[in-house]
């Protein structure tokens, strides 16, 4: 009954390759994010969605493509990858308060993505 | 543009020693105010949340924050530290559709 699950935790792959991180959720929130974590622990934030509407699209190359079928999942697809794109690729989610803002987003456990 | 600032990057300290973790924010309308710990190899636990009400907020694991509003800091206080609280610690702000993560300090802890 894990909240945030990602899959997979580990992938190494070549340079060049095309390849893809699942992400689902089982609380119920409206909104989901991809987060990428560098060697230093720097989060940046690549993309949310709310509702599958994509929200938040930060300057990411567009070789980043994320794809939300559902409310629950929200799916991360590199294309030709390089070897700067290996880091730890985090999915969280939240739900939105129409009051102010956004309430504490739970995260997953995280992708770690190396490139060789 | 919104931003939140960690001046510590790395606070060693004493077991049994307290700490204090420092984060700004720059904002002038009301936020969320969070923070989380992210422990060796794992994912962002979230230590506890400043939503309204009183300003000092505890946590999990006996953490704590005192919320001010003058000085937009959050700042992150525990009495007496142990081994097992070595992590890395994110400060996090959220306002509108924005939410906004510090750059994280290494607690160290020290026997």
């Known amino acids: 009954d894990t909240a945030v699950s990602q899959t997979p935790k580990y992938l190494v792959t070549q340079m060049g390759n095309d390849k893809s991180i699942k992400c689902e959720q089982n609380l119920g929130h409206d909104t989901m994010y991809w987060y990428k974590q560098d060697s230093k622990k720097f989060l940046k934030i690549m993309f949310s969605?709310?509702?599958?509407?994509l929200i938040i699209n930060e300057t990411v190359p567009n070789r980043f493509s994320p794809k939300s079928p559902d409310k629950a999942h929200l799916n991360l697809h590199i294309n030709s990858l390089e070897l700067g794109d290996s880091a730890v690729y985090f999915c969280?989610?939240?739900?939105?308060?129409w009051g102010q803002g956004y309430n504490e987003q739970f995260f997953g456990p995280g992708t770690r993505l190396t490139v060789l | 543009a919104q931003s939140v600032t960690q001046l510590d990057s790395q606070v060693p300290v004493f077991e049994e020693a307290p700490v204090e973790l420092r984060c700004n924010y720059s904002s002038s309308v009301s936020v969320y105010l969070f923070w989380y710990v992210q422990y060796p190899n794992q994912g962002l636990q979230l230590l506890l949340k400043?939503?309204?009400?009183?300003?000092l907020v505890k946590g999990i694991n006996g953490f704590e924050a005192e919320f001010n509003k003058s000085q937009t800091s959050f700042h992150l206080r525990k009495p007496s530290v142990h081994i097992s609280d070595t992590a890395e610690y994110f400060c996090a702000v959220t306002y509108g559709q924005n939410f906004v993560f510090g750059p994280g300090t290494r607690l160290s802890v020290l026997p």
């Open positions: 969605y709310n509702n599958k509407e």
């Open positions: 400043y939503l309204s009400g009183s300003t």
């Open positions: 969280a989610s939240s739900q939105r308060d």
